[in-house]
């Protein structure tokens, strides 16, 4: 089969298409034929081995990546069960978290992949995995919105901002995304009362505040970010600009911890959306609401298999409308 693959950490240019040998499922897992899958920042901090301290942890290999073929957010149907991978048969369309998802067969646990909604084709399909979890943690799990409540959106034209903002509009709030000039049609078109192009408008002037706030590009220090929030506010990170290369979003965590303890704010990570943590339960609910017409994924671009370096640096340049996917068959 064809695979990208990635034998050492570096830029885009290390990645390779070439002929592997196709994956068996194990114990718990199911092998996937891949249809599409998408690229995150994700992607790419395990294609450069960023931040150090995961290298330490065993999260990405120490001195090569653990997994030789890149990828994670994957669609496609599934070719064959392991040996207690119950709940899922061959033939069965699927989305989920697959180890090795840029190649035209991936495994995956069992219980990281959910039936894809009918109402998506692969490519739509590939790009809910990572974003839509990470954004259902955010406004739902970590932020708690309610109906009523203001929520600021930053990075509302991204891969988890996208589906930020029709969460929380389906969940009754007002909601104000902050974009490029670029996006900003598209984003009140998702469901934002207001939008803000960041270019034109400083939205910690002041002039308003909001109980939730999901910061997705981590631009401004916590300070500045709750001067907008009410008394009783919550700040949401999502690990961007996380403070470099050492510590990563493990140092944007303890910067948290450390301004917790003298606000009255409450300021909350999110628990990544990775394929090592528990996810089941979220691409289910995040799947209902596709599949109730609450939720639609945002493509901004789509590559073939073979162009892949190209995908990963246009994510790594930080400027994605929306989801950026790869047409695998």
Known sequence: MKAVLQE???????????????????????????????????????????????????????SRPKCRVAGIDAAGVVEAVGAGAGGLRPGTPVLGFCAGAFAEYACATA????????????EQAAAVPMGAVTALRGIRTVGRVRA????????????VGTF????????????????????????RSLGAAHVIDYAREDFTDGRARYDVILDNVGNLPPGRLRRVLTPTGVLVANGGGSP??????????????????????????????TPGGPAHEDLLAVTALIQAGQVTPVIGRTYSLADTAEAMRHVEEGHSRGKTVITVR
């Open 244 to 273: 470099g290369r050492v510590f990563g979003a493990i140092g944007s965590m303890l910067q948290l911890a450390a301004v917790n303890a003298v606000t009255r704010h409450s300021l909350r990570p999110i628990t990544p959306a």
């Open 164 to 187: 930020a903002v029709q969460i929380a509009a389906g969940l009754d709030a007002e909601v104000t995304g902050v974009c490029s000039a670029g996006s900003t049609e598209l984003v």
């Open 111 to 122: 219980e990281l992949v959910v039936p894809k909604p009918e109402r998506l084709s692969f």
């Open 8 to 62: 050492r950490f570096g830029p885009p240019d290390f990645l390779r298409l070439q002929e592997v040998d196709r994956p068996r499922a194990g114990a718990g897992q199911v092998l996937v034929r891949v249809h599409a899958a998408a690229l995150n920042p994700y992607d790419w901090h395990m294609m450069r081995g960023d931040p150090y301290a995961a290298r330490l942890m065993g999260g990405m290999g120490l």
């Open 148 to 159: 009523g409540q203001r929520v600021l959106v930053n990075g509302a034209g991204g891969g």
